[in-house]
């Protein structure tokens, strides 16, 4: 089978096209045939590494993972003996969390993994493109308490994590404001954003609304401008903060008392279901921006990293 390998740290191009042997299931696994899977930021992050701390966990020198990805879509082709929950033939798709390994056209994964039925209503890159952003979202989100009519302000609202955030906020009832590049105001309206600014007016001095949550998706706006608009007894969402930013809230919430909501996230199986159930009726739309073939990852990975996506990048590995 064809999979991408990062074999060392570094720059896009350390991700190789390799060929390996097809795995086989163990006892309480099911091998999925992989068609689809995603670019994240997650991904090139872990691939740079970014931050540099990142390699107490994937690994000092080398990624103890040589194979990135964590959103697998796809058909089950061959299931373990004591498999009971999928077949041989299933529609399937979810996250493998930080095992990683989705860069391959065979991922062998447990069943009970953040793994589910692919509704026919889904297709296989919507499949592809769900679990990151959108588990994501949905589990800050969960962490808010987010209350009927509350307000909410999304930084980088055009991206995986904040086009499903302005839905599910949406769906929660709250009223969403999303801070997006102007070219993206349509996207973001078109989602249900009731209001929306650039960046440029999000940090303006004229910006003097306050919101019962600040989402921040991107981590490119400091924790001292978000709280500027941050409504006393708010909730400040850092979903894309690292150690740096990670102590901030903490400091913040033990001697200030502002709510400061950041990883690691929950992915759950409840929540996947529920996300499936929404997409499958049409109140959650997955937005992709583009798709690349396997054979050029590194590209993918060096639009991901540029920072100006529209939703997700999805990868075909197989037709």
């Keep these: 089978m064809k999979v991408i390998t990062c074999r ?19 006892e309480n696994e099911i091998r999925i045939k992989n068609y689809k899977t995603s670019v994240n930021s997650g991904d090139w992050r872990i691939r740079k590494p970014d931050p540099e701390l990142a390699r107490l966990y994937f690994g000092l020198t080398k ?12 058909i089950v082709d061959a299931v373990g003996k004591n498999v009971t929950k999928f077949k041989v033939g299933d529609r399937i798709f979810g996250s493998t969390g930080m095992k990683m390994g989705a860069y391959a056209e065979f991922v062998c994964i447990p069943e ?18 769900l679990p990151f952003g959108s588990l994501t979202a949905l589990d800050f989100i969960q962490k808010c308490k987010i209350k009927e009519n509350q307000t909410i302000i999304i930084y980088g609202a055009s991206s995986s994590v904040g086009t499903s955030a302005i839905q599910l906020a949406n769906y929660f009832g709250a009223k969403v404001t999303a801070v997006c590049s102007k070219g993206n105001f349509k996207l973001v309206e078109s989602l249900g954003a009731k209001s929306v600014m650039d960046y440029e007016e999000f940090h303006s001095e004229s910006h003097q609304k306050t919101y019962d949550i600040v989402f921040e998706c991107v981590g490119k706006s400091t924790i001292k401008s978000n709280l500027k608009v941050l409504s006393k007894g708010g909730v400040l969402v850092l979903v894309a903060a690292l150690f740096k930013e990670m102590f ?72």
Excluded: C
Aim: hydrophobic share 40%; net charge negative; aromatic share 4%.
């Design 248 to 319: 901030q809230g903490g400091l913040l919430s033990l001697t200030k008392g502002i709510k400061v909501k950041f990883g690691p996230i929950a992915e759950t199986l409840e929540n996947l279901e529920l996300l499936t159930k929404l997409t499958q009726e049409g109140k959650l739309r997955v937005v992709i921006d583009r798709s690349y073939p396997l054979e050029k990852m590194a590209e993918a990975h060096q639009y991901v990293e540029a920072g100006h996506k529209k939703g997700n990048v999805v990868i075909d590995i197989l037709d």
């Design 63 to 74: 990624l103890k993972q040589p194979v990135l990805g964590t959103s697998v879509s796809g």
């Design 8 to 26: 060392k740290y570094g720059a896009p191009e350390e991700l190789q096209l390799e060929e390996w042997e097809i795995p086989s299931p163990k």
């Design 112 to 129: 009970s993994a953040v793994i589910t039925i692919l509704p026919k209503e889904i297709s296989f890159s919507e499949g592809a493109a």
